[in-house]
């Protein structure tokens, strides 16, 4: 819930507040920071911290493949690539 806090907060103008809450997900907390990044539109800086997840093989990886909110995500010509790391269908 950080990440989406630190996400609206950036939206409103709040950079600095948005900043210091990000502070403290980075590194630790990635499907925070995957939430930030998708509400700031930063879909490359998503993937990442996303590819970083499977890296570590979070559970938070496969829960959110299929979450209507991470569309643009899976829109994105990097997605392929995430899926086949997570061995979802239709990805061989």
């Given amino acids: 819930m ?3 806090l630190a996400g609206l907060l950036a939206q409103a103008g709040e950079k600095d ?3 210091q809450l990000t502070a403290t997900l980075r590194g630790m907390v ?3 920071m ?5 509400i700031c539109s930063e879909i490359d800086a998503a993937i990442d911290s996303y590819e ?4 570590l093989h979070q559970p938070f990886a496969a829960q959110f493949a299929s979450v209507g909110f991470f569309k643009p995500l899976r829109s994105s ?3 392929p690539k995430l899926a086949r790391m997570m061995n979802l269908p239709g990805t061989a």
């Fill in 2 to 4: 950080v990440g989406l």
């Fill in 17 to 19: 507040r948005a900043e």
């Fill in 30 to 32: 990635l499907d925070g």
């Fill in 34 to 38: 995957i939430v930030y990044h998708m």
């Fill in 52 to 55: 970083r997840g499977i890296l």
């Fill in 77 to 79: 010509p990097r997605w």
